[in-house]
């Protein structure tokens, strides 16, 4: 009788996985690959969200600045020229440097400011995958208005600590 070595037997029913046990494996896998996708879109989402909210509110509060330092807005037609490299907001660091026009979905941002109306107004249309729960945001002075995708309550809702108190009454 000769001998085989030990790892070349196998003995029956002990080979491996049987086809139903590698199929329930992978289903279990695909389960939980899906829920986890779906989890990061959603999170993605906000974060755009709360990053075109955060960019609206950091030139609002330059504009802000401006008003406090110099008595009155400075005329701008549109946020293109609010963010642009030779704006008052950016030459006297009111702003930061490279700031971008469009929104974290691809969408222009809006805005315009006027020493005559002594106001401002910022807009961001928001997701337009999902208007219902990150509708549209806009920002005048010492007022913002628009729904936020995390449950925590905003803080944004009444008058502004650093908006002028007369920014809106005209003269």
Not at 76 to 98: Q, R, T, Y
């Amino acid at each position: 009788m000769t001998s085989t070595p030990a790892l070349i037997q196998a003995r029956p029913g002990t080979r491996g996985f049987s086809l139903l046990e590698l199929l329930v494996a992978m289903m279990i896998i695909a389960v939980l690959g899906t829920l986890g996708f779906s989890q990061y879109r959603k999170h993605s989402a906000q974060a755009r969200y709360l990053k075109a909210q955060d960019d609206l509110k950091i030139v609002a509060e330059g504009l802000d600045q401006y008003f406090l330092k110099h008595g009155f807005f400075p005329d701008f037609g549109s946020f293109d020229a609010m963010v642009d490299g030779n704006s008052s907001l950016v030459k006297e660091s009111l702003i930061k440097v490279g700031m971008s026009a469009q929104d974290p979905f691809g969408q222009p941002y809006e805005g315009k400011s006027s020493r005559a109306s002594g106001t401002y107004e910022l807009k961001c249309a928001g997701d337009p995958a999902n208007q219902e729960d990150s509708g549209p945001i806009l920002r005048t002075p010492g007022q913002v208005t628009g729904s936020s995708p995390v449950s925590a309550p905003r803080s944004g809702a009444g008058p502004s600590p650093a908006a002028p108190a007369d920014a809106g009454v005209q003269k």
